[in-house]
């Protein structure tokens, strides 16, 4: 297998890296002592033929994005982590094509993680040039996200959640990643008396069993993964936490819908790895949808291509829609579906009661079938079960 090469480091630095990856991860670990700014010093790294190149925290911020960038266009098989002294721009980073962004006090779980997911994401192109589809369970594992707040994740995601539990009963769980400010319980009515902090929380091994007693059941059949009640229990959850969890669900459930916290967060990035099929979503504005077409690029250098696109305009309206649709052609996009404007929208959300459930004829509840058909196939029109709703 490919090394793993740390650059530019500090020996502190050096040494939690060795002492946070696993033995066989270490084994396969070089330390790069030579300057990478010298002339020939960036190639003469990259002919190590590394899988993960680890730009450390001896490196200015500006200048290790730039190596990631000049890797990421002439080696795009070798996944970038970089240190940044000055705290993360994960813009800026994601658009050097960076896999994983540390900082000079991360902890070692956290670099552990940042770096074996680079180096599964080299191996497994190693192993195979066509990259099967992501799979981490039996699951089709969708993850709702947006650029800007605002976009209409949660009513989108909780609708979609509620759709699909109509085709598949007991079958589909939501997990709420605005692990800050997660609003899914609230958007259906829920008062969850667990969240994904007592899933952190709880001692002991984690497996399935274990993990569905945090689950909240809605009664559309669906089950959810609640966002913490406080935003500083948020900030407890780890990024492997949230991967170790959606992986056991994604082995029990068909369908994993993840509503995420506006822009590309850590935890978010982690999950779009397990993801088989990603939402983009887009509001009616020309940088909501100029934005969008930039994470997009960034995720094709990053090789996040395995997964299927939708790409959604909400709050879409006769007005702006076909100037939009103009807009998104030349960022080279393809709206997929446009969502109109409802009043009921807000009503319902306010409500906790879906409006796929509460409002079953609305335009907003038919757009929402589409994209219900999108995930699960045509046949949902036969086979799913009546929606039922008491107010
Ligand atoms: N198609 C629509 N028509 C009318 N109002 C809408 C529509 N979609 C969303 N909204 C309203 O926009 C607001 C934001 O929606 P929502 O909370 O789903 O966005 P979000 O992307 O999850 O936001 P955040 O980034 O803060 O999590 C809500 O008040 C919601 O009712
Ligand atoms: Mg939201």
């Known amino acids: 297998m490919r090394p793993i090469v740390l650059a530019g480091s500090t020996d502190a630095f050096a040494r939690k890296v060795y002492e946070a990856v696993g033995d066989d991860m270490r084994d396969r670990l070089r330390l790069w002592n030579r300057h990478?700014?010298?002339?020939?010093?960036?190639e003469a790294l990259l002919e190590t033929q590394p899988a993960v190149a680890i730009l450390g925290p001896g490196?200015?911020?500006?200048?290790s994005l730039r190596f990631a960038q000049q890797i990421d266009t002439e080696r795009a098989e070798v996944g970038v982590v970089?240190?940044?002294?000055?705290?993360?721009?994960?813009?800026?980073?994601?658009?050097?094509?960076?896999?994983?962004?540390?900082?000079?006090?991360?902890?070692?779980?956290?670099?552990?993680?940042?770096?074996?997911?680079?180096?599964?994401?080299?191996?497994?192109?190693?192993?195979?040039?066509?990259?099967?589809?992501?799979s981490v369970g039996r699951a089709k594992v969708t993850t709702v996200l947006s650029p800007k707040g605002g976009a209409g994740k949660t009513v989108l995601s909780t609708n979609l959640a509620v759709g699909l539990a109509s085709v598949a009963p007991r079958g589909v769980v939501i997990v709420d990643l605005d692990l800050q400010f997660g609003d899914v319980a609230y958007a259906l009515g829920l008062k969850p008396r667990h969240t994904m902090y007592d899933v952190v929380a709880a001692t002991g091994s984690?497996?399935?069993?274990?993990?569905?007693?945090?689950?909240?059941?809605?009664?559309?059949?669906?089950?959810?993964?609640?966002?913490?009640?406080?935003?500083?229990?948020?900030?407890?959850?780890?990024?492997?936490?949230?991967?170790?969890?959606?992986?056991?669900?994604?082995?029990?459930?068909?369908?994993?819908?993840?509503?995420?916290?506006a822009g590309l967060s850590e935890h978010t990035l982690a999950t779009l790895d397990l993801s088989t099929d990603v939402i983009f979503l887009a509001d009616m504005d020309v940088p909501s949808v100029r934005h969008l077409s930039k994470v997009i690029k960034a995720f094709d250098r990053l090789g996040m291509g395995n997964a299927d696109r939708h790409f959604i305009l909400n709050r879409a309206?006769?007005?702006?829609?076909?100037?939009?649709?103009?807009?998104?052609?030349?960022?080279?996009?393809?709206?997929d579906i446009q969502v109109p404007v409802s009043k009921q929208v807000p009503v319902a959300l306010n409500a906790g009661s879906p409006l796929?459930?509460?409002?079953?004829?609305?335009?907003?509840?038919?757009?929402?079938?589409?994209?219900v058909e999108r995930l699960a196939g045509p046949q949902v029109r036969e086979t799913r079960q009546p929606l039922k709703w008491s107010a």
Not at 36 to 42: C, I, K, R
Not at 228 to 241: K, M, N, S, T
Not at 242 to 255: S, Y
Request: aromatic share 2%.
């Open 36 to 42: 990478l700014a010298e002339p020939g010093g960036l």
């Open 59 to 63: 490196l200015v911020d500006a200048v």
């Open 82 to 134: 970089v240190v940044q002294n000055a705290g993360a721009n994960v813009d800026a980073a994601l658009a050097a094509g960076v896999r994983a962004i540390l900082s000079p006090d991360s902890d070692s779980d956290s670099i552990k993680a940042a770096i074996e997911r680079a180096a599964a994401a080299a191996d497994r192109s190693d192993r195979d040039t066509q990259i099967p589809k992501p």
């Open 206 to 261: 984690l497996d399935i069993t274990t993990l569905k007693v945090f689950l909240t059941h809605h009664s559309s059949d669906l089950y959810v993964m609640c966002a913490p009640d406080e935003p500083a229990r948020g900030e407890l959850i780890e990024v492997e936490a949230v991967q170790q969890i959606i992986t056991l669900l994604a082995a029990d459930f068909d369908h994993v819908i993840v509503d995420t916290a």
């Open 317 to 335: 309206d006769a007005r702006v829609g076909l100037s939009m649709m103009k807009v998104a052609a030349q960022a080279g996009l393809a709206v």
């Open 356 to 371: 796929i459930l509460s409002h079953p004829k609305n335009p907003v509840t038919r757009k929402i079938w589409e994209i």
